[in-house]
Structure formats: structure tokens, C-alpha cells
């Protein structure tokens, strides 16, 4: 998650409170790239794929893998980490390394609620 901000670039903060943060790992989808603060959904397989929208995710991605990556990845049957509960910043979080315009803060926040995750206002 980059910024533009007055031309220069900086990255937004995702994790708010570390001791409060909740770990696990899924599966990658082959060919997709993931940026940290994605919004993702998971399969009965533990699957991680890219959430449509900011109403229907159940995670946080936890690291930036590229396609290459993944497709590796999926191929050695290697995880990656993925957050579910913590305390996160809603202007960090995006949707396929897209960051959430303000408009849909509301509903990602209420999503996040149901998903017992803080995404907090800064």
C-alpha cells in the first residue's frame, strides 16, 4: 500500500496494535498478487482470494507477494500469513492493492466488526 502524497511516496500504517494482532496462514491463489492490507475472502479449502468488495471479506492479507511468488508458492504448497483480529487502520486496508476510497470506510468497518477485527480511524 504506497501513497502518493505531495509527489512523494510513503506507506500507510496497517497494524495498530501489535499485541493485540491474530495470526494464521492460506493457501495463495496461482497467478495472483497480493499487497499487505488486502481485504480477502477464504474457501472451505483455506484458499485466499481477493475479496469483490469492502462487504464481503473475511481477512487481512499479511504480507506483499507478487504473481511470480504465488504461483511458487501454490506450487510448494507454501502459506501465507494472513491476520484474523487486531486492531488496524482503515486507511491502510485496500481491495486488490487498491486503497478503500473514504466512501466505503463504513461498510468495511462493519464487516470488520462482524469479523471481530478493529479497522479504527486515525
Given at each position: 500500500?504506497?501513497?502518493?502524497?505531495?509527489?512523494?511516496?510513503?506507506?500507510?500504517?496497517?497494524?495498530?496494535?501489535?499485541?493485540?494482532?491474530?495470526?494464521?496462514?492460506?493457501?495463495?491463489?496461482?497467478?495472483?498478487?497480493?499487497?499487505?492490507?488486502?481485504?480477502?475472502?477464504?474457501?472451505?479449502?483455506?484458499?485466499?482470494?481477493?475479496?469483490?468488495?469492502?462487504?464481503t471479506w473475511d481477512v487481512i492479507c499479511?504480507?506483499d507477494i507478487t504473481v511470480a511468488e504465488?504461483?511458487?508458492?501454490?506450487?510448494?504448497?507454501?502459506?501465507?500469513?494472513?491476520?484474523?483480529?487486531?486492531?488496524?487502520?482503515?486507511?491502510?486496508?485496500?481491495?486488490?492493492?487498491?486503497?478503500?476510497?473514504?466512501?466505503?470506510?463504513?461498510?468495511?468497518?462493519?464487516?470488520?466488526?462482524?469479523?471481530?477485527?478493529?479497522l479504527a480511524k486515525v
Amino acid at each position: 500500500m504506497t501513497a502518493i502524497i505531495n509527489g512523494s511516496t510513503s506507506r500507510r500504517l496497517l497494524i495498530l496494535d501489535n499485541q493485540k494482532l491474530r495470526r494464521a496462514n492460506a493457501k495463495v491463489t496461482t497467478a495472483t498478487a497480493y499487497k499487505q492490507g488486502d481485504l480477502l475472502t477464504l474457501s472451505e479449502a483455506n484458499v485466499a482470494t481477493h475479496a469483490a468488495d469492502e462487504k464481503t471479506w473475511d481477512v487481512i492479507c499479511g504480507q506483499d507477494i507478487t504473481v511470480a511468488e504465488a504461483t511458487a508458492m501454490a506450487a510448494a504448497g507454501i502459506e501465507m500469513t494472513i491476520h484474523f483480529g487486531g486492531v488496524f487502520s482503515v486507511e491502510g486496508v485496500s481491495l486488490a492493492g487498491v486503497l478503500l476510497a473514504t466512501a466505503k470506510y463504513d461498510a468495511a468497518r462493519a464487516k470488520a466488526t462482524k469479523n471481530k477485527i478493529e479497522l479504527a480511524k486515525v
